[in-house]
């Protein structure tokens, strides 16, 4: 049952417009999501976080959206840059036990960005 | 910021010979390192949380007489593959939260090449 869900396996997006990645989770007690950035052969960056309790969280040109009644979270990238093609996971924590929290990923996307 | 430095970041071995990957934590202690297993087009998978001073706990399905995980300190966890065959070919990240829950440093991954 995989507990959040990145239907898109890759989108590709003119260089200078917005991309948007797009989540779904189904766990309702999840705390925390996080977008995290991966290129080939290396381990994935933290890209932004947003809490449960939060609707937005704005950092540089990533904005992160989540939608709790739909239980649907959104990274938006404005304006796209060459370097920004990657393949980009969404992952949501729970708590298990004190300050022990587990990471759930999506399947991640490939974010192209056509120059 | 803080990193996590994990070796070798790639290795070739031979069928049924055993190959130890390492992480440490820089410049924070990590009471807890998450190793994970990226298959070819497929979301990271967490293999197991591994505990400073305690057993690793290993999730479901995944063989902890194969794949042997030791957290010796506060900045040192490993994970030795065993008696590698070619299946075990695959990119292995190991994580530690620092600044929970907010975010997880990764190492840069290791691509085990079992031939």
């Known amino acids: 049952d995989q507990q959040v869900k990145q239907n898109s396996p890759s989108l590709s997006v003119q260089e200078g417009r917005i991309s948007i990645l797009n989540c779904d989770y189904t766990?309702?007690?999840?705390?925390?999501f996080l977008w995290y950035k991966k290129y080939p052969a290396e381990g994935p960056t933290f890209l932004i976080s947003?809490?449960?309790i939060k609707d937005k969280n704005e950092d540089g040109r990533f904005t992160v959206f989540l939608n709790k009644s739909a239980k649907h979270l959104s990274l938006h990238i404005v304006p796209s840059q060459p370097g920004d093609s990657a393949v980009y996971f969404c992952?949501?924590?729970?708590?298990?036990?004190?300050?022990?929290?587990?990471?759930?990923w999506g399947a991640g996307t490939k974010l192209i960005i056509k120059p | 910021g803080a990193v996590v430095s994990q070796h070798p970041s790639r290795v070739i071995c031979k069928s049924g010979t055993s190959v130890k990957i390492e992480c440490r934590s820089l410049?924070?202690?990590?009471?807890?390192m998450f190793w994970y297993r990226q298959f070819p087009k497929q979301s990271l998978m967490l293999m197991a949380t591994?505990?400073?001073?305690?057993?690793?706990?290993?999730e479901q399905g995944v063989e902890k007489d194969k794949f042997l995980i030791n957290h010796a300190s506060l900045t040192l966890s490993t994970l030795t593959v065993t008696s590698a065959h070619p299946e075990d070919s695959s990119f292995y990240i190991c994580?530690?939260?620092?600044?929970?829950?907010?975010?997880?440093?990764f190492g840069s991954g290791t691509r085990l090449t079992v031939v």
């Open positions: 947003i809490s449960s």
């Open positions: 994580s530690a939260p620092d600044r929970v829950p907010d975010g997880y440093t």
């Open positions: 992952a949501a924590t729970f708590v298990l036990m004190d300050s022990n929290y587990q990471l759930i």
């Open positions: 410049d924070f202690q990590a009471t807890t």
């Open positions: 766990n309702s007690m999840f705390d925390y």
């Open positions: 591994s505990n400073e001073g305690s057993k690793a706990t290993y």
